[in-house]
């Protein structure tokens, strides 16, 4: 079975602060993918980004960054100066391989409510 | 926008009835899945529907179903409703047949359905 841990349920930072949230995931498929999705308060899920598993370089985009390690199974999200508009719940998600177990849905973990103050 | 359209955005009923969440994907996308998001549980999958076949359920209750129509419309139907079963409804769309390992999926802005 897929899993997928964020180690922060809750993170408090003021506004400029750099910010790392964790992902760690579990599959036993050889091929997946990595997702980031945000939920601001507003409610809906908004794509930040997708990573397949044989492609390990770190992404930038802005002042995102994403750090994935295949050695550790971790695919961690970087604000840099963050702004209090980052506020809100950040989710990492797992699919497996559309032929595989996991079919192809995605495996979100609980989330990491981001709070950034001014 | 993601283009994929929910309604309704609220709704409240009581325990022991029935409720229908809409949900129209993105122009085009043959694919719509529908995602439950609770305090309990969090993010789960419930099911997916390809150009109006069943491609795969996760963690769906006997109580709900799902259909999608020709014109790719997809319904929610939740019955017999339970103070558990109140909780976000989201319904993503993308154009391919193999989920989120094919691209990613495009969410709507939710159904938050209140059982009182």
């Known amino acids: 079975a897929q899993k997928v841990t964020q180690a922060q349920t809750e993170i408090s930072v003021v506004e400029k602060e750099d910010v790392t949230l964790d992902c760690v995931y579990e599959?036993?498929?050889?091929?997946?993918?990595l997702f980031w999705y945000k939920q601001p308060p507003s409610g809906e899920l908004v794509f930040l980004i997708r990573?397949?598993?044989?492609?390990?370089q770190n992404e930038i985009s802005g002042r995102y960054s994403w750090n994935f390690q295949k050695s550790t199974s971790s695919f961690n999200f970087t604000i840099t100066a963050s702004q209090v508009v980052d506020s809100a719940v950040y989710f990492c998600?797992?699919?497996?391989?559309?032929?595989?177990?996991?079919?192809?849905?995605?495996?979100f973990g609980q989330g990491t409510i981001l709070t950034v103050h001014p | 926008d993601s283009g994929v359209t929910q309604t309704p955005k609220h709704l409240i009923t009581a325990t022991g009835q029935r409720v229908t969440l809409r949900c129209s994907p993105r122009?085009?996308?043959?694919?719509v899945y529908w995602y439950q998001q609770s305090l309990d549980q969090g993010l789960q999958f419930l099911i997916h529907y390809y150009n109006g076949e069943e491609r795969a359920k996760g963690n769906i209750l006997e109580r709900f179903s799902a259909q999608q129509f020709p014109d790719l419309h997809s319904e929610l139907n939740l019955s017999s409703l339970e103070l558990g079963d109140s909780a976000l409804y989201f319904c993503?769309?993308?154009?391919?047949?193999?989920?989120?390992?094919?691209?990613?999926?495009?969410f709507g802005e939710g159904s938050r359905l209140t059982v009182l």
């Open positions: 122009s085009g996308d043959l694919s």
């Open positions: 998600a797992l699919s497996g391989d559309a032929g595989g177990t996991s079919y192809g849905k995605l495996t």
């Open positions: 990573r397949n598993s044989f492609d390990e």
């Open positions: 993503a769309s993308s154009p391919f047949k193999g989920g989120a390992s094919t691209g990613e999926l495009f």
């Open positions: 599959t036993r498929d050889s091929t997946y993918y």
